[in-house]
């Protein structure tokens, strides 16, 4: 074995020179396949004991796996995935002939692969290592694991373990089934042929903020299984990186945890003041993302509540599986999308609203686009933006669908000025004399001027925009010129001339 390992660490050397194995870590933002039948949770690294109906694909790009023998890791990974080495091979040329191939594999995404060796049998998983090292969930998929997530029912007596061992053990987690009771241990029978122990540890910071969740699922074992040091061993490989206090949040770990981070964003946007802070930032910088990236928010509001209830679940997943620099909140009617536009060189609104155009037409829904901000505890305010864009963009195009703030913020500037001070404080005195001009004598020339300033003073596209005649349209701008003497030289007393209609246009409605 320590041949094998010493050729594992040369072949790293002088293919990775770059890689330090005391510092490698497995990436936080995971996104897992459906391997079983199961619910696969994001934020979960899962070991691969049978690979036969293991088939890689687009969800596992980002996903962290582990192959409990060196002639199972021999599956194409996809770019962005990373991997784990638990070796058990007799022949060390072998090993390293399947390695070279994996290399080869890791070549193509720039990936890294941690190598450990361990006595498999049973899967071997030293818990306190994994602690240290993962603090993240880690599930070992055994071959027959798949029946048993066809599911027997759990109940309270079927969870036993030895008292030794609640140091370690907080939780028993099967197939999404949770019991509360500290240190348990649970003897699932399927059909006679089958048992397993599912055991998990929840990780959390100083502050009670989540870290991350430990499963192991052990191979077959007799019903008086105990964890011990005979079948958890594990050589250290890492060095000082076993002593290091990580302080990471990994989203999605669990069910539990994936709502607990999604509601915390949720306040985020609502309530601010009131938002745990922190427990996001750990959630966020868990999936290589900062306060201070690029965001953007988008809202998804659906004109009725059974579309809600019908649609909204399954769109939240969808749309985080679809965009990985995305998170998905359920709020009252509509779903709130938040974009990290910095995870990817080039992220465009038109990325989105491609994918979105299929989707309205099964469901009828409207779409606000914030603008782009750099500090993520502003998002309330960007969400706001985004409901202002619906509600006012369908006041100016009840038949339109998309709608985003840029094109609606001097709309948003001139409401918030109306509500704080009277028209006349702030109206241009040429433009008050315009609109009572067109009160008293039934004209519409504040209306001309204002297409002709839209239209870049051109009269033609001013004219047809308006359904006039271009000589009419002539006329009425000598009508203003002779009113008033309008500086449009000025580009401060054409923007108050423009933000002095616009108020007077909130008047009137």
């Not at 996809?78 to 058990?88: F, M, P, Q, T, Y």
């Not at 069910?255 to 607990?260: A, E, L, R």
């Not at 509540?305 to 965009?323: A, D, P, R």
């Amino acid at each position: 074995m320590d041949i094998y390992y010493s050729m594992i660490h040369l072949l790293l050397s002088i293919r990775y020179p770059l890689i330090d194995l005391h510092t490698s870590a497995i990436p936080l933002k995971l996104n897992m396949p459906k391997m079983y039948a199961g619910t696969v949770e994001p934020g979960i690294i899962y070991v691969v004991n049978n690979t036969d109906d293991f088939k890689p694909s687009e969800d596992t790009a980002g996903s962290a796996l582990v192959f409990c023998s060196a002639d199972a890791v021999g599956i194409k990974l996809l770019k962005g995935s990373r991997a784990i080495l638990i070796g058990n091979c007799h022949n060390p040329n072998e090993a390293l002939e399947t390695l070279n191939e994996l290399f080869i594999t890791l070549e193509r995404w720039h990936g890294k692969l941690i190598s450990l060796s361990c006595d498999y049998s049973p899967i071997s998983v030293m818990i306190e290592s994994f602690l240290h090292i993962f603090p993240v969930s880690i599930v070992v998929e055994n071959e027959n694991l798949e029946h048993l997530y066809e599911s027997v029912p759990f109940t309270e007596d079927m969870f036993t373990i030895d008292t030794k061992y609640s140091q370690f053990i907080e939780t028993v987690e099967c197939h999404g089934m949770y019991s509360s009771a500290q240190g348990r241990k649970s003897h699932i029978d399927t059909s006679g042929r089958y048992q397993h122990t599912a055991i998990i540890r929840s990780l959390f910071n100083d502050d009670n903020s989540f870290i991350g969740r430990l499963v192991v699922v052990p191979d077959k074992f007799g019903e008086d299984f105990v964890p011990n040091d005979g079948c958890c061993q594990i050589v250290d490989v890492f060095g000082d990186f076993l002593e290091k206090k990580l302080s990471w949040s990994v989203k999605g770990a669990s069910k539990t945890d994936t709502n607990t981070m999604h509601m915390s964003i949720t306040k985020l946007f609502l309530e601010p003041e009131d938002a745990p802070k922190q427990y996001i930032l750990n959630c966020l910088n868990a999936m290589g993302w900062s306060q201070f990236h690029t965001f953007m928010v988008a809202v998804l509001r659906m004109d009725t509540w059974s579309s809600f209830v019908e649609f909204s679940g399954y769109l939240c997943g969808h749309f985080e599986k679809l965009w990985r620099n995305c998170i998905a909140i359920r709020h009252n009617n509509s779903l709130i999308l938040l974009f990290n536009c910095s995870v990817f060189e080039s992220f465009e609104i038109s990325d989105i609203t491609n994918t979105l155009t299929v989707v309205h037409n099964d469901i009828d829904f409207k779409l606000g686009f914030s603008n782009r901000f750099q500090d993520l505890f502003y998002a309330g305010d960007f969400f706001a933006q985004c409901m202002y864009a619906i509600e006012n963009g369908l006041k100016k195009n009840p038949d339109s669908w998309i709608f985003s703030f840029s094109d609606h913020c001097t709309d948003y500037i001139a409401s918030y000025l109306s509500e704080r001070f009277s028209t006349e404080f702030f109206c241009h005195p040429g433009i008050l004399a315009l609109y009572g001009y067109d009160e008293k004598n039934n004209t519409e020339l504040m209306k001309t001027l204002k297409y002709f300033i839209i239209h870049k003073f051109n009269a033609s596209h001013a004219a047809a925009a308006m359904f006039i005649h271009r000589t009419t349209f002539i006329k009425r701008i000598e009508k203003i010129n002779k009113l008033q003497h309008l500086n449009f030289g000025s580009l401060d007393e054409t923007l108050h001339i423009m933000l002095s209609i616009k108020l007077l246009e909130i008047e009137e409605e």
